[in-house]
Structure formats: structure tokens, C-alpha cells
């Protein structure tokens, strides 16, 4: 069981280099290259590698973290909400919007629930 989950762990992080990381760096490059010739066949090749970058990101961020599988979890629940923050800076009192996104899933393998928080200052 053990050594399944290295492997699945190894197989993910293959993948997100694969889906993610690597033409994340290529679109980056093609950007630099467009903006200094302004050739526009360039943004298609551009188009492709965003159209990848966004289903490896998708499929990282749904990684198991009990049986480290890729794209595994499927979201069954999603809560949105918006709270006011305040924060003291040097004496200063300073508000500011957080949206929070709360998240449920099961994974499609070993069947386990996970929660996931996230918080963005807007």
C-alpha cells in the first residue's frame, strides 16, 4: 500500500511538472518573444499553452493528499463568502475585504473527504 502511494506521489508530481510547470515556463518565454517581434502566429502557440497550464493547474489542485492521486477529487460542495478584516498597522486601523472559499470532495480511489479553505484579500 505503502509503495502505491509513492508511486501515485511520484506519478502526480511527474504530471504537474509535465502539465504545469513546464509550459507555464514556455508561455512565459513565447510572451517575452511575442512583445519584442510582434508576430502573431505566436499567439496561437501562446492560446495552446494556456489551454494546458490551466488543466494541469486543475488537476494539481485535486490531488489526493491521502492516496496522492492525481486528479482525484471531486468537488461536491463549494461555499463562497465575503467578510470584513481589520488589521492594525503601526496604530492604524485598516480594513479590507477577504472572500473565503470553503471546498468539499471525495476522492474517486480511496473514498476519503477533504476540506480545503482558501482565502483571498479583494
Same mark, same amino acid.
Given at each position: 500500500m505503502e509503495k502505491e502511494i509513492r508511486n501515485n506521489e511520484k506519478e502526480a508530481k511527474k504530471l504537474t511538472t509535465l502539465l504545469y510547470t513546464v509550459? @507555464? =515556463? @514556455? %508561455? /512565459?518565454?513565447? %510572451?517575452? +518573444?511575442? +512583445?519584442? !517581434?510582434?508576430?502573431?502566429?505566436?499567439? +496561437? /502557440?501562446? %492560446? /495552446? @499553452?494556456?489551454? =494546458? /497550464?490551466?488543466f494541469g493547474w486543475d488537476g494539481s489542485t485535486r490531488t489526493c493528499p491521502e492516496c496522492k492521486k492525481w486528479n482525484a477529487i471531486i468537488w461536491t460542495k =463549494?461555499?463562497?463568502? !465575503?467578510?470584513?478584516?481589520q488589521s492594525k498597522n503601526k496604530g492604524k486601523k485598516k480594513s479590507s475585504k477577504e472572500k473565503i472559499t470553503k471546498m468539499e470532495g471525495t476522492c474517486k480511489y480511496c473514498k476519503k473527504t477533504v476540506n480545503t479553505e482558501r482565502k483571498r484579500f479583494i
Amino acid at each position: 500500500m505503502e509503495k502505491e502511494i509513492r508511486n501515485n506521489e511520484k506519478e502526480a508530481k511527474k504530471l504537474t511538472t509535465l502539465l504545469y510547470t513546464v509550459p @507555464l =515556463v @514556455l %508561455a /512565459i518565454i513565447v %510572451a517575452f +518573444i511575442y +512583445i519584442f !517581434t510582434q508576430l502573431n502566429f505566436l499567439l +496561437i /502557440i501562446f %492560446a /495552446i @499553452l494556456m489551454f =494546458v /497550464i490551466l488543466f494541469g493547474w486543475d488537476g494539481s489542485t485535486r490531488t489526493c493528499p491521502e492516496c496522492k492521486k492525481w486528479n482525484a477529487i471531486i468537488w461536491t460542495k =463549494v461555499d463562497k463568502e !465575503t467578510r470584513e478584516v481589520q488589521s492594525k498597522n503601526k496604530g492604524k486601523k485598516k480594513s479590507s475585504k477577504e472572500k473565503i472559499t470553503k471546498m468539499e470532495g471525495t476522492c474517486k480511489y480511496c473514498k476519503k473527504t477533504v476540506n480545503t479553505e482558501r482565502k483571498r484579500f479583494i
